[in-house]
C-alpha cells in the first residue's frame, strides 16, 4: 500500500480546486488545504499500519504468533530444552533436581535419582532453553553443590536436543502448509501437519501403505535438519499413534497403523586442494567452508533428492579466506549424490590441504 506524504496530499486536493482561485501560500485556498493534508498524512500512515497487520508477511514475532494460531490454529514451537548423560564417580546417591554445570556456567539438573556405586550413568537436562545447551562432550565437569560421595562428574557425549523457538519462517512457512496443503481426514498432508507439530521436528515425509492397508510411516528430521534422536521419534509416535496401536488414540484416525522413525543420515565427505588467501590457515579455510556446507544441506533436507557436486564446489569457492581450489571429491567421487527418500545428507569429513 503507498502511503502519501503531507505534500502529495495537498497538490491532490489543491489539483481538485478550480485555477480561478490562488492557491499560493498564504491563501485560505491553499492554507486550509495545508493543514488538512497534515492530518490526512498521519491517518494514512495509521491506514497502512493497519494493512500490514493484515498481511501476514509483514508480521514478526508475537503479531505472527496470534496472526497464524487465530486464523489457521498454527502454534509457534518453542524452546526445548537440551538433554544428555553424565558419568559420576563416587559413592552416594545423586538425586533428582542435583545440579552439574560447565566452566562456563551453563547448568543442568538431573532427571533421576541414582545410586552411585563407583561408577554410574545419570541423565540431565539443561536448565536454560535453547540451543545453549548444547554443549560438547567433556564440558560438564562442575558440581556447583556439594553432593556427598560423588568426587567427580563429566559428560562423555555432547548433550542434544536443544533447540530455540521455531523462527517466523519456520511458523510463516507452517501457516501457508495449512492453507495451501489443507490435511483433512487423515490424509499425507495431516501426518505432515502432526509431525511438524512436535517441538524440535524440523521436517517430515510420509510414506502411506508402507507396510500394507492402513499403515503408514513417518520419517522425521531434527530442527538442525539432521537426523532426529530417539525421544524425539518416540514423542512424535506418541502424539500421532501411541504403541502403534491404531486404536485411534493418537492425532491418526481409528485404524491407521503409524510408525515413526527418523531419517538415516547420509554423511557427505569432502576432500580437496585450496589455496588460501594471505592471512588465512587451512584450519580457519576448514571452518569457513564447514560452515558453508552444513547450511548448504540444511537447505535441501526433505526438498532434494541429490547434493549437487557443482554446488558443492561454487560454495569451496565463494567461502572467506579462499583463494582457488582444485581436485575436489565429494564422497570420492565428482559427480551428484543421490540422496534416498528416507535419508539425509549431512557434514561428514572435510579434508582440505
Known sequence: MDIKTAEEIKADILGGISDDYAKTEGNITHDIPASVSIVLEGLYGLVGTLYNKIDVDQLTGDELTRFVKQRKGTIRKLKTYAIGEITATGNGTIDAGDLFETETGIQFEATETKVISGSGAVKVRCLSGGTVGVVGANTIKFIPVTIAGITTVTNAQPTYDGFDDETDDSLRTRYYEALQIPPTSGNIYHYLKWAKEVNGVGGAKVFPLWEGDNTVKVVIINA????????IVEAVQAYIDPEISGKGEGQAPIGAYCTVTSAAALFINIECDVEPVEGYTIEEVTQNISVKIVDYLKSIAF?????????????IFETEGVKDYTALLVNLGNVNIDIDDQEVAVIGTITIS
Not at 533428492?305 to 564446489?313: E, R
Open 224 to 231: 538442525d535438519m539432521i537426523p532426529a534422536s530417539s525421544e
Open 303 to 315: 526438498k532434494q533428492n541429490y547434493v549437487s557436486y557443482a554446488k558443492i564446489g561454487s560454495l
